[in-house]
């Protein structure tokens, strides 16, 4: 007797990207939930609460503006424009300024994410999981998570490179083209200097984006 072909197995979903997210939220997110007001103050940074001032006038219509008279352009939008819902929405004051730390931990747990994907693809598990918790492992998180868009700047370069190992191993498409060109436009609005990297990536896939069209 002939033997039936059997269905191939479905591949399991890996749970370490979800695992990194939640473990950033618990270990960044539950202290803000816990301090005091004063105590909340000594977590950010000075220029976070520039931020802060600018998104609560944004979010009260009194526009772009820090001290409710003179307008100003410091800042980079794409930071603010998240703000700004936070400012508008909740009160009192400490309230969104602990919403902005909890969003700020979800994208460096979302970047660490996407690094451990990267990574996973061509090292040991051990090595893409080390590397994603060193993004926000003690000894870094006074760099990581200062209250301004490091965190934002971060885990959209994470995207890009995510999607950048994908248009350098797999069929280029117009869908994967054009979402890390908006991925790109996005990272420049977090921060402008987001612009370097973006050339370094156009530059290393220059070959891969010269023969797309000839691709099968």
Not at 141 to 146: E, I, K, Q
């Amino acid at each position: 007797t002939s033997q039936q072909p059997t269905a191939a197995a479905p591949s399991r979903l890996d749970p370490w990207p979800l695992a990194i997210v939640a473990l950033a939220l618990i270990s960044l997110g539950t202290p803000l939930c816990l301090l005091s007001g004063h105590e909340l103050a000594t977590q950010f940074q000075d220029d976070a609460f520039y931020y802060y001032q600018i998104a609560k006038n944004v979010a009260h219509g009194r526009g772009f503006t820090f001290d409710g008279l003179h307008e100003t352009n410091g800042f980079h939008p794409l930071w603010l424009a998240l703000l700004v819902p936070l400012f508008g929405w909740l009160s009192p004051l400490d309230a969104p300024v602990r919403a902005a730390g909890l969003l700020e931990a979800l994208l460096l747990g979302g970047a660490a994410a996407l690094v451990y994907a990267v990574i996973q693809r061509s090292a040991p598990r051990w090595t893409a999981l080390a590397s994603a918790l060193f993004l926000f492992a003690p000894g870094t998180r006074m760099y990581t998570r200062v209250g301004m868009e490091s965190a934002l700047c971060m885990c959209l370069l994470s995207a890009i490179w995510y999607c950048a190992t994908r248009l350098e191993q797999e069929r280029i498409t117009s869908v994967r083209l054009l979402s890390t060109g908006a991925l790109c436009a996005l990272a420049a609005l977090a921060r402008l200097e987001a612009l370097c990297a973006v050339l370094c990536l156009g530059w290393l896939l220059r070959r891969q984006l010269i023969e797309a069209p000839t691709r099968a």
